[in-house]
């Protein structure tokens, strides 16, 4: 993407029959702007569209070179353009595969971070205690025996960051073996397995359907490897305890057990290459497809070709851009994989008389976005320009190396707790609006799409992709976003660990029948 600044607007592509304001204007004032001066016939909003041609009913709306939509009505040069004047309308897309498989990029050799090697072949950044429960009735008792062990004994075990319940309002009603049963099990065996996990308790009421005794099963769980080799995982029932109290009790004797092996650990230099990465964007503005997720998508770049893993999800907000990933694709199978993603969300949406054009949200459009098309066009922006080398399920263990789809849902809890019970290690959350997200146990670098949000919310905030506007570069930012992601996962802290959010956000997809 070229991108032309002037002094009060861009303009992304030479296609484009709108450019976007850098900051307010009013009715008269004059831009400049693909070789012609243009007068506002009303008051513009930072981040919102300009006409910069007469566009008639039906015509096309080009940004970043792409329709993002069509006009509803007739749109005259120095009109705003938005959602009262432009509709999704019918995206017709030319679902070419595997036709321009970028070419790998230049090896990088020499980066490193501070990680823990885990048993099963992970690494990770930080090293928590998991209590997993499988079923909502048994999520108090897990945050109950957190919160004991946070409060009074973690002290004693400086290489623990914490203990952190994985509670949830799932893991009953539901078909045995069915796709919300499945699915669920997934995020909780991928929480059992994550490399930023030391080790686990796995707690249940006794009588739901997402039993332990499938979850184990169907997953191969094991404990932490011992002198003997791997050991089954602890388990406990509300039932079997006996109630609340004595299931507390017994779950904090447990954790003591656990606690000594999994405190025994060191940090130790490993090669980039063990970045799993996952990608996010919530609360989008005009500016997150033009600095903050390009730069995003650079340092995607820097970390596949430094042989590590870049996940791209929300598929929801690929919808509108996903003929410029199959285009990626390495093989024309693959492709299919991403378009079958996007025939089932049709499908999936349809029956409940919704649309995939029902985004972008109301904090998006008042931001600048106005269609879905121009918000996943910036999206996929994370994703960078490497080849795309494979599509996941939702919470499936990601193996590829390189960068990957997974098919999650745009609300962003949901959306990253799937990536993280993949594998990944470490997020960048990429924001427009300001979401202040964090995540236990994957430590998450969050982005600013601007420069006046990140100075507003600096507590929050972890980088300024908003320098973009101001003179930096893409290049210049996605190096620094490739560098702190290694810091991170070195063990440097991010915004949000310093205040301790990511207990709240574990939020499991399920996709099925409650009976």
């Known amino acids: 993407m070229s991108t032309q600044s002037q002094p009060n607007v861009i303009h992304l592509n030479p296609r484009d029959n709108t450019c976007v304001a850098r900051e307010p204007m009013s009715a008269g004032d004059e831009i400049s702007v693909a070789g012609q001066t243009v007068t506002l016939t009303e008051e513009i909003r930072t981040g919102h569209k300009i006409a910069v041609e007469p566009i008639a009913t039906g015509d096309p709306i080009f940004k970043y070179g792409q329709v993002i939509g069509a006009a509803t009505q007739p749109i005259s040069v ?36 501070m990680g ?13 205690i998991g209590l997993i429960s499988t079923v909502n009735c048994s999520a108090s008792v897990c945050k109950y025996i957190a919160d004991r062990f946070n409060r009074d004994e973690l002290k004693k075990y400086p290489n623990i960051d914490g203990v952190v319940a994985f509670k949830h309002g799932e893991g009953c009603g539901m078909e045995w073996a069915g796709s919300n049963h499945e699915m669920l099990n997934r995020v909780m065996a991928g929480m059992a397995n994550h490399p930023n996990i030391g080790a686990y308790l796995i707690i249940g009421l006794g009588c739901e359907q997402a ?3 499938y979850l184990v099963r169907s997953h191969n769980l094991v404990q932490i490897d011992g002198t003997d080799g791997p050991a089954p995982p602890l388990t406990l029932t509300l039932q079997d305890c006996g109630g609340t109290a004595k299931t507390v009790e ?43 997720n390009p730069a995003v998508g650079y340092a995607s770049d820097l970390l596949v070709a430094a042989g590590a893993t870049s996940i791209l999800g929300e598929t929801t907000e690929i919808y509108g851009a996903e003929h410029l990933l199959t285009r990626r694709s390495t093989t024309p199978e693959i492709a299919d994989k991403l378009l079958a993603r996007i025939d089932w969300w049709h499908h999936y949406i349809g029956l409940f008389n919704g649309a995939m054009d029902n985004n972008p949200s109301q904090g998006n459009k008042e931001g600048g976005l106005t269609t879905i098309a121009e918000k996943s066009l910036g999206a996929v922006a ?3 320009t490497t080849a795309l080398v494979d599509v996941y399920e939702y919470a499936e263990p990601v193996t590829a190396k390189g ?7 745009g609300f962003d809890a949901m959306s990253l707790t799937g990536m993280v019970a993949g594998g990944a290690n470490v997020i960048v959350f990429t924001t427009g609006r300001g979401s202040c997200y964090g995540c236990k146990p994957t430590p998450s670098i969050k982005i600013a799409s601007n420069s006046s949000m990140y100075q507003r919310m600096e507590d929050d905030m972890d980088i300024d992709a908003g320098k973009i506007m101001s003179g930096s570069t893409v290049q210049e930012v996605g190096q620094e976003i490739f560098d702190e992601i290694l810091s991170v996962a070195s063990g440097h802290k991010t915004k949000s660990e310093e205040h301790g959010i990511g207990d709240e956000e574990f939020v499991p997809w399920t996709v099925g029948p409650i009976l």
């Open 78 to 113: 120095g009109e705003w353009v938005h959602v009262h004047n432009v509709a999704t309308g019918k995206l017709v897309q030319e679902y070419a595969k595997a036709t321009d498989i970028p070419a790998p990029p230049p090896a990088i050799t020499d980066r490193t971070f």
């Open 116 to 128: 823990y090697r885990r048993s099963n072949g992970g690494v990770g950044t930080r090293n928590y």
């Open 211 to 213: 039993s332990i005794g």
């Open 250 to 292: 017994k779950g904090l004797e447990l954790l003591a057990q656990l606690m000594p092996a999994a405190n025994d650990v060191q940090r130790e230099e490993v090669p980039a290459s063990e970045i799993v990465l996952a990608t996010e964007c919530g609360g989008s503005d005009a500016y997150s497809g033009i600095t903050a």
């Open 382 to 384: 994370k994703g960078g």
């Open 403 to 409: 960068f990957v789809v997974m098919d999650t849902p």
